[in-house]
């Protein structure tokens, strides 16, 4: 797969994939961007324009914490439109993605 199509597809699920982090825990943005790189190779840089635009839609809102290593640390947490939004878009990709196993030929 090249690598154009990777970013592509990863952007797609972005939004879902840190709506489904934050319904487990609330996070500070580094933190996020470290549980997606593990699991996705999503870049550190991609989050913060993302988690900004997820609070002006208002999916999240934010808190601070005091660090013993630094400034206070922003916070992210679902809001209940973030967690109906997370159950919209988790309905609206399995679905899609079963469609496209079977269009692939890929064993339900």
Do not use: H
């Not at 990863?10 to 549980?35: F, M, P, T, W």
């Not at 809001?79 to 890929?106: K, P």
């Amino acid at each position: 797969m090249t690598e154009a199509i990777q970013i592509q597809l990863k952007r797609g699920v972005l939004e879902l994939c840190v709506l489904a982090v934050l319904s487990r825990n609330d996070a500070y943005a580094y933190d996020i961007a470290a549980q997606l790189a593990k699991a996705i190779d999503m870049g550190e840089g991609t989050i913060y324009p993302l988690m900004r635009r997820m609070q002006t839609d208002r999916l999240v809102e934010t808190y601070l914490v005091e660090s013993s290593s630094g400034p206070p640390r922003k916070y992210y947490k679902l809001t209940t439109s973030g967690r109906a939004s997370l159950a919209a878009q988790t309905i609206e990709w399995t679905a899609f993605s079963e469609a496209v196993n079977v269009i692939l030929g890929a064993p339900q």
